[in-house]
């Protein structure tokens, strides 16, 4: 991927879905649940933790120490496309 994509917008939809923006105008709805492997996710894993994301650095980050790679966020698959 030659193009490294940030985060300017972000807002939760429900469970663990968030609606993202990203600088090319790209929009998806994302599950993040599908990167919950490892202790580190453990506090994200309650919902009402989960809602307390942010944006640090054009990425979606939790006060936690977890954030997610905005080119793996990307890369998903908009499950609002595949439904």
């Known amino acids: 991927m ?3 994509p940030s985060i300017v917008k972000a807002e939760y939809v429900r ?3 968030i609606r993202v923006k990203f600088d ?3 929009q998806k709805t994302v599950d ?4 919950f492997k490892g202790p580190v ?3 994200i ?3 009402k933790n989960f809602q307390e994301f942010f944006i640090e650095a054009g990425t979606i980050t939790w006060p936690f120490g977890v954030d ?3 080119e793996a966020i990307y ?3 908009d499950i609002q496309k595949a439904a």
């Open 15 to 17: 469970g663990y879905n």
């Open 32 to 35: 993040f649940s599908q990167w």
């Open 45 to 47: 894993k309650d919902v």
């Open 2 to 4: 030659n193009y490294l």
């Open 68 to 70: 997610i790679a905005p």
């Open 75 to 77: 890369s998903t698959e």
């Open 41 to 43: 996710f453990e506090p």
């Open 24 to 26: 090319d105008g790209t």
